[in-house]
Structures are given as structure tokens and as C-alpha cells.
């Protein structure tokens, strides 16, 4: 029909989210072209709607502007650091991204995380299948969480997932966020580094891009001291990595447990070749349900758009309905 709109498709052609476009819309899927320029060059000026299907997809300013007729950017993860979100609300574009159905995936696998790091669990799974149990005892976990205190860097919704399962745990939670949070009972920090002062262990789940670039630098892994555990669930852009490498190196902090890195798929060789930190492939909100939930709601946000509905998760710097030009 005349009325399909037509929406690019960037990223993989997973299957919840090609057959929940397919119904209502014309996808045409950049991964299957073979000459990516004129295919955008072909269909540019038909576009309405893209669908990004995976966080790595940077979507800059330039290439938007290609599609006169762009209405909606769909975009896969609660994360849209690789959207530029402001020039698109700029522009009168809506940007939605899939919150709230990862929380609590996310929270489990940060808690994973911290455990796995605290405690040493995947070497010890590695001396295990080596056959050392065998010939000797396991060495005693340097580090406990008994006794810490965790500060969580960023208080959003998987912040707080994050925070209600530490309190069960019975481990003291304090945070640093750029602004309060109504209804967080917690100790709040205006500034990270007194914070880092304070605790032994950092908790980093803020969203990445420009504010956050570099926010736990070597100040603050200093401050952190030698029994210092970082745990990083958020993106590589917030942490300095050469500084953490080096205070890892030199043992100005304990350990780390990384789920995100700078230039991911790609990790620095220092890090693969320290045995005592630990080392996750991003699978924070990675299970099949999860990611299915995540797919489903990119889909879900398209069809609400293209049948005159409000977008359901419009970002911020694209509230909708838009407010008003000053
Ligand atoms: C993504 C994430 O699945 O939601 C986010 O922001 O980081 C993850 O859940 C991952 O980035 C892969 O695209």
C-alpha cells in the first residue's frame, strides 16, 4: 500500500525484528547490500523510519541528514551513545531506545559480575578444569564483599536494581549521580571522588557519550586505594582504560570486573594478560529473553509511530510530544 512507510534496517536482520516490521512496513536491510552507498543512495528519499539493531551502529548527524523524510530512529539498548539524539530532536526526529525490559538482566549480571571479581570465581572454575584440585588445595579469595561498601556511580533504573539487591546482600550502598534521586534512601555524593575516598568498591552503571568520557580516571582510582574492586557495567568510553591499566599494573586497586571496554569487540592485550581481573563480552542484558524483549520494543516503538501513535520510549533530547522552540 501507498502508506507503507519505508524503514532501513542497520545492524543484523534478527529475526523478532525483521518479522515484526514486515507486517506494517517496507525494511530494507543495509547488512544485504551489497553496494552499501547506492543502496542508502537509491532509497534515501523514501525513508521514514531506521531501525538499529544493535548498539555499535554509530548514527552521526551526516548520515541522518541523507533521509529528508526521516521521522524516527528505533534504536536497540537502553544505552544511544552512537546516536547523536540532540542533532536528531534538532532536527525533528524522534530517538527511542529500549529501557526498563533489561533492568533487572542487567542488575543480576552486575551482581554476577562483582562476585566473579570479589571472589575469584572464574580462576577458580580454570584451576579446576586444569585438574589442580587434585594436587593441591585452593588458594583463599584475597578479597570478600563482607564489609564492603559499594558506591554505585549512576542512580537510573538499573542503578537502583543494582542497589535493592546489594541491600539484600546486607553490604552498605552509597552512590554519586550528577543529581539526587527522589526516593533513593541512600548516602548521595555531589562528587565522585569523595566517594571513591570512602568506599573500596565502585559500581559503574551511567549512560556513556561526552558527559561521561573518562569520569573514573586515575584520581579516582587512586582515591578507590589498594583494596579497591571496579566494576565497570556501563560503557568503556566512562573509564580511562590506559589508567586503569596502569593502576591495576601497579596495584593502586585490587581488581576490576569488566563488562565493557573502550574499542570493544577489540580488549587491550594488558588486560587479557592479567589472570586476577575479570573479563565479560558485554553480556549484560544478554540472555534470549532479554535481548527478544529488547528486539520486540524496537519493533513496538515503529509500529506505535507509523499507526499515529505517541513513540512509547522517546529519549529525552526527543521528548514527544516535542516541546515548544524557545
Ligand atoms: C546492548 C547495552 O545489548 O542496552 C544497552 O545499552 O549496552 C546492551 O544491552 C549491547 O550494547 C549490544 O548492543
Known sequence: AADRPEILLIGMA??????????????????????????????????RGVAIAYTANKLD??????????????????????VDAKWAGEHGIVVTNTPDVLN????????GLLLSTI?????????????????????????TLRERTVGIVGMGRIGKAIGRRLEAFGVDVVYHSRNPQPGVSYKYYPKLLDMAHDVDTLMVIVPGGAATKNLINAEVLKALGPDGILINMARGSVVDEPALIKALQDRTIMS????????????????????????????????????????????????AWFSGKPPLTPVPETPYPPKKQA
Request: no cysteine; charged share 25%; aromatic share 8%.
Open 14 to 47: 534478527k529475526p523478532t525484528i525483521v518479522g515484526g516490521i514486515e507486517p506494517f512496513g517496507t525494511l530494507h536491510k543495509l547488512i544485504e547490500a551489497k553496494d552499501p552507498e547506492a543502496f542508502i543512495a537509491d532509497i534515501a528519499p523514501r525513508i
Open 61 to 82: 548527524g551526516a548520515f541522518m541528514s541523507r533521509f529528508p523524510k526521516l521521522e524516527i530512529v528505533s534504536s536497540f539498548g537502553v544505552g544511544y551513545d552512537h
Open 104 to 111: 533487572e538482566e542487567v542488575a543480576d549480571t552486575a551482581i
Open 119 to 143: 571472589r575469584e570465581l572464574p580462576q577458580a572454575e580454570r584451576y579446576l578444569r586444569a585438574g589442580k584440585w587434585l594436587e593441591q588445595g585452593y588458594p583463599l579469595s584475597k578479597a
Open 256 to 303: 576490576a570486573g569488566l563488562d565493557v571496554f573502550v574499542n570493544e569487540p577489540h580488549v587491550p592485550k594488558e588486560l587479557i594478560e592479567m589472570e586476577h581481573i575479570v573479563l565479560f563480552p558485554h553480556l549484560g542484558s544478554a540472555s534470549a529473553a532479554t535481548r527478544k524483549a529488547m528486539d520486540q520494543l524496537v519493533v513496538d516503538n515503529l509500529q
